[in-house]
C-alpha cells in the first residue's frame, strides 16, 4: 500500500503456483519462519529484490565450477595426456528397464 496525495493505493495480488520439492519447501518455510515471515513474504521479497537489481540478489554458485575442482580437471586432464594415472576397467554395462 502507497500513499499519494492523501489516498491510499492498494496493490492487487495474484496467486502463484510454483513447484518445489518437499524437503526443499519443509526446509525453506523453516528458515524464513525463523526469519519471522512466511514462504511467500521470502518470495516477494525475492521478486522485487530481482526486479530493483535487475538480475538474480545473489550469486549461484556450483562447486563444479569451483576453482579447487577446475585445477583437479585439469590436473587429470593433463596425467592423461601425458599418458599417467590410467587404468584399465571393465565397462559396465546397465541392464535396459522394460
Same mark, same amino acid.
Given at each position: %500500500?502507497? !500513499?499519494?496525495?492523501?489516498?491510499?493505493i492498494i496493490a492487487q495480488t495474484i $496467486?502463484?503456483? !510454483? /513447484?518445489? *520439492?518437499? *524437503?526443499?519447501?519443509? $526446509?525453506?518455510?523453516?528458515?524464513?519462519?525463523?526469519?519471522? %515471515? $512466511?514462504?511467500?513474504? @521470502?518470495? #516477494?521479497?525475492? @521478486?522485487?529484490?530481482?526486479?530493483?537489481?535487475? /538480475?538474480?540478489?545473489?550469486?549461484?554458485?556450483?562447486?563444479?565450477?569451483?576453482?579447487? #575442482?577446475?585445477?583437479?580437471?585439469? /590436473? /587429470?586432464?593433463?596425467?592423461? $595426456?601425458?599418458?599417467?594415472?590410467?587404468? @584399465?576397467?571393465?565397462? !559396465?554395462?546397465?541392464? @535396459?528397464? #522394460?
Amino acid at each position: %500500500m502507497s !500513499i499519494s496525495k492523501g489516498v491510499f493505493i492498494i496493490a492487487q495480488t495474484i $496467486n502463484v503456483t !510454483i /513447484r518445489l *520439492d518437499r *524437503d526443499v519447501k519443509e $526446509n525453506a518455510e523453516k528458515l524464513f519462519n525463523d526469519f519471522g %515471515m $512466511n514462504l511467500s513474504t @521470502a518470495f #516477494n521479497i525475492f @521478486a522485487r529484490q530481482s526486479l530493483r537489481q535487475g /538480475r538474480i540478489p545473489f550469486e549461484i554458485f556450483d562447486p563444479f565450477y569451483s576453482e579447487k #575442482n577446475q585445477a583437479e580437471l585439469n /590436473r /587429470r586432464i593433463a596425467d592423461i $595426456n601425458a599418458g599417467k594415472n590410467l587404468t @584399465a576397467h571393465e565397462l !559396465i554395462e546397465a541392464e @535396459a528397464e #522394460n
